[in-house]
């Protein structure tokens, strides 16, 4: 929490005020750090990433031609069936 203070502090400078409509306009110097995270975004996009484009991957090969597909073996859905205890014998007194 303090290093996103200190970033919203430092950029604060560099931020346009970009109100809400609801909101009144505020000078750059006394800009809040509400108000600076809400123009951030932009800073952000001017920035840009480190990270690399994703690659492309392709699309797959496939079944080669004139291979034979083979059906997978479908089995019998085994069920569990509740097993109850017996009832054990009371003795006669």
Known sequence: ???????????????EDEP???QKPQPVEKLTPGR??????????V??????????RGKSP???KGKKRKKKPRYPTVKKTVTRQKKGKKKAS
């Open 1 to 15: 929490m303090p290093i996103l203070t200190w970033q919203l502090w430092l950029s604060r400078e560099i931020i």
């Open 20 to 22: 809400l409509p609801w």
């Open 36 to 45: 600076v995270a809400q123009g951030f975004s932009g800073v952000l996009a």
């Open 47 to 56: 920035i840009g990433t480190p990270a690399k484009k994703p690659k492309t």
């Open 62 to 64: 496939g079944w080669k």
